[in-house]
């Protein structure tokens, strides 16, 4: 076992002491939504990180997951160990279904159409009242069960949502590091150039949607049973850029960014409540510094300092042109 | 003195209660902290502005009594802001009841109170809310209560008005597109089915909407005698009512549920809100000591009227109510805190009376108000026999 690894499998085994250490039960559910947002966040990386696809509908597949998995919960009387993968399974086949016409646009026209999806699955949560409850949402979702022991308290949720976390990004870190991984990144540099290189865009692109929609899911089905209450004014395009903002400020192309976001900004708005209504405009402003002092994202600026952290694999120099060499630059 | 095992058996209790009922061995004068979490950032920030002010007032009420709360106890307020978002609300939530509240007052939206419902059940804290799903109260709890009037007993004083009073049978439903709107659209459409009839049409918009002229034109193209509009966002309703006369659609009867006869609304709508009916858990101008004395100080305390429906009077209440049963009881905990709130009987506040019902409901009544130059005065009140 390399250094890398050893510290990240130390770091991993002092993280899973948090709810032993920590004793406050809003801290503790703070870090719980924290993972859960990180879950989602990573999915949200791999499209706009990896494959340099914009979506802006993040919270609906979030949504998706949270319903599906607390309707078969609550309808079935299913187990959520067994609702969790289905509500992953559904949403992944939904992002399938809207992936495959969306991925033909790119840059604008693409984010319009995850705005548009997001707001349409928003309105479809709250108008059809015989499958969603509508507006009222769902309550009496049951928390998950480890033989006698039921999984209500955030001490014993950490441990499902932080299990999550790990194989999320095991998962991320696998795709990164296949033939997928290098074809998603090919596509983000150049799509025409990957084209060219034999490399099935429109697939490659649907597929990092659905894993994308898969990771919303996983975390929205996460977040059902762990507020046992679900409704739809969680799932707002709001939502989305929330999502987004915590993935560029941790840094879109790395799995460690994406954690590092969603935790940070979970976490700020809590830091800052003593500045009670004012808190708004520092964390406008936080990020706004943030954005403007770290194009690369909290990451990027690690990186900055200690370029071995999380090296990045080299850049497909063949696609870059190259330059002519001139009578200018030869003499 | 020597140390037997006895002696410290009993330290070890004496400890142990100390740690376990920290409200019950709090001395004469120990303030009385009670948790309040109003939305005062995000899109609700104006309710949660009047929310934060109500129970300010209340608490200088309460601590400028003889006694105070009961034993010369003051109450402390211990303010979070549950933000407009449901899980940050649980998150304030959770932060107040690790501060050693003894009660928590709020919220009001509906959808708040049931995300929060799995923690609040847990901590079995007297739970004071304002939200006006039917559904709150049927969720199993017995620490919650409803300082006001259900959309049920708001709809259906709204319906009676309309169809028994203004003998109006045509009545189109405009509802926001939110828990409140299409919850309180149901229970209008449920009020008008005991008289045989069916909403001519219902209109829903979304939020953020600015032009509500589809909407209107299509109820008053569908034949409506009367609009009954459900709406929770001040803004709205100004718009709403803006575009109501400028369309020229005065001859149509408008009766808005509480928010449209929220003071901003009103003062921002002027005289497009002239001649309009709202519904209001109370007027002002209704025959109560209690109200118009908490009318009287309130405008001297922040010179401007109080919106006594979802904002200041409930949240008042609310704390008042709290404070009147410590003193009953002589003492803040919280289970027979609980208790006592059931028993609560002809208990007056400014929303009028409070009578506590199985399912912990308080308020029993709500109000007409007619609408004129921005104000509102009271044309009838219905009472529902608990």
Redesign the interface.
């Given at each position: 076992m390399n250094r890398r690894a050893l510290a990240v499998a130390v770091a991993a085994i002092l993280l899973a002491a948090f709810p032993l250490v920590v004793k406050?039960?809003?801290i503790l559910?703070?870090g719980d939504?924290a993972i859960i947002y990180a879950v989602a966040v990573i999915g949200l990386g791999i499209l706009l990180g990896f494959t340099g696809q914009m979506s802006l509908a993040q919270a609906a597949f979030f949504g998706i997951g949270a319903y599906a998995s607390a309707l078969l919960s609550i309808s079935f009387g299913w187990s959520p160990w067994v609702t969790i993968p289905l509500a992953v399974a559904f949403t992944a086949l939904v992002g399938a279904l809207v992936g495959w016409p969306c991925l033909r646009l790119s840059g604008h026209y693409l984010a319009l159409a995850t705005i548009g999806f997001g707001i349409i699955v928003q309105?479809f949560l709250?108008?059809d009242?015989g499958l969603t409850n509508?507006?009222?949402?769902l309550?009496g979702i049951p928390p998950p069960k480890l033989g006698p022991l039921t999984l209500?308290t955030y001490q014993t949720y950490f441990y499902v949502v932080y299990g999550a976390l790990l194989l999320s990004i095991y998962v991320a870190w696998r795709v990164k590091h296949s033939r997928i991984g290098r074809a998603l990144e090919a596509i983000r540099e150049n799509e025409i150039a990957a084209q060219a290189m034999g490399i099935d865009t429109t697939r490659y692109k649907v597929l990092a949607f659905v894993l994308a929609s898969a990771f919303g899911g996983l975390g929205g089905a996460l977040?059902a049973h762990m507020?046992?209450?679900i409704?739809p004014?969680?799932y707002s395009f709001d939502q989305s850029v929330v999502f987004l903002v915590m993935l560029v400020i941790g840094g879109s192309s790395t799995i460690t960014g994406a954690v590092t976001g969603a935790i940070l900004l979970t976490f700020l708005?809590?830091v800052l409540?003593p500045l009670?209504?004012s808190?708004?405009m520092v964390y406008g402003a936080a990020v706004i510094v943030m954005v403007i002092f770290m194009p690369d994202g909290l990451i990027g600026l690690v990186k900055r300092f200690a370029p071995s952290f999380e090296p990045s694999p080299p850049r497909p120099q063949a696609l870059r042109a190259p330059v002519p060499r001139t009578a200018d630059t030869a003499s | 003195m020597s140390v037997t095992r006895r002696t410290i058996l009993a330290g070890a209790a004496a400890g142990t209660a100390t740690l376990a009922f920290p409200n019950v061995v709090l001395g004469k004068g120990e303030p009385i902290r009670v948790g309040t979490i109003p939305p005062i950032t995000g899109p609700q920030a104006l309710n949660g502005e009047e929310e934060v002010e109500g129970a300010q007032y209340a608490a200088e009420e309460i601590n400028s009594r003889p006694g105070k709360c009961f034993d010369d106890r003051p109450i402390e307020l211990v303010i979070e802001d549950a933000t407009s978002d449901n899980q940050a609300a649980v998150g304030a939530l959770n932060k107040l009841l690790g501060e050693n509240v003894v009660a928590v007052v709020q919220p009001v939206l509906s959808t708040q109170i049931q995300a929060m419902a799995p923690v609040m059940q847990k901590a079995g804290l007297p739970w004071m809310t304002g939200g006006t799903a039917v559904k709150n109260t049927q969720l199993g709890l017995r620490n919650l209560f409803r300082c006001r009037a259900s959309d049920a007993i708001t709809a259906h004083g709204l319906v009676d008005f309309a169809v028994k009073e203004k003998g109006l049978k045509k009545i189109g439903i405009l509802h926001a597109s939110e828990a409140f709107g299409v919850g309180g659209a149901d229970q209008v459409e449920t009020a008008l089915k005991t008289y045989n009839l069916k909403a001519v049409a219902r209109e829903g918009f979304p939020a953020n909407t600015k032009d509500f002229t589809p909407e209107l034109l299509k109820i008053k193209s569908a034949g409506a005698e009367a609009i009954i509009a459900y709406v929770q966002n001040p803004s709205d309703s100004a718009v709403i009512l803006d575009q109501y006369k400028s369309l020229n659609l005065t001859s149509i009867a408008f009766i808005g549920s509480p928010a449209v006869g929220n003071p901003t609304a009103l003062n921002t709508a002027k005289t497009a809100a002239d001649g309009i009916y709202v519904a209001q858990d109370f007027i002002i101008g209704f025959n109560s000591n209690v109200a118009t004395k908490f009318i009287t100080n309130f405008y001297r305390k922040y010179h401007k009227q109080p919106d006594v429906g979802t904002g200041q009077g409930w949240t008042r209440d609310a704390f008042l109510l709290l404070a009147d049963t410590y003193k009953r009881i002589g003492t803040t905990d919280p289970a027979k805190t609980v208790e006592a709130l059931h028993q609560t009987k002809h208990w007056e506040g400014v929303l009028g009376d409070f009578t506590c019902d199985t399912e912990g409901n308080l308020v029993h009544n709500m109000s007409i108000g007619l609408v004129k130059s921005s104000k509102v005065s009271l044309v009838k009140t219905v009472k529902v026999t608990v």
């Open positions: 406050s039960q809003y559910q703070v939504s309105l709250i108008n009242k509508g507006p009222d949402g309550t209500d977040i507020t046992r209450f409704s004014d969680s708005p809590e409540r009670k209504d808190y708004i | -």
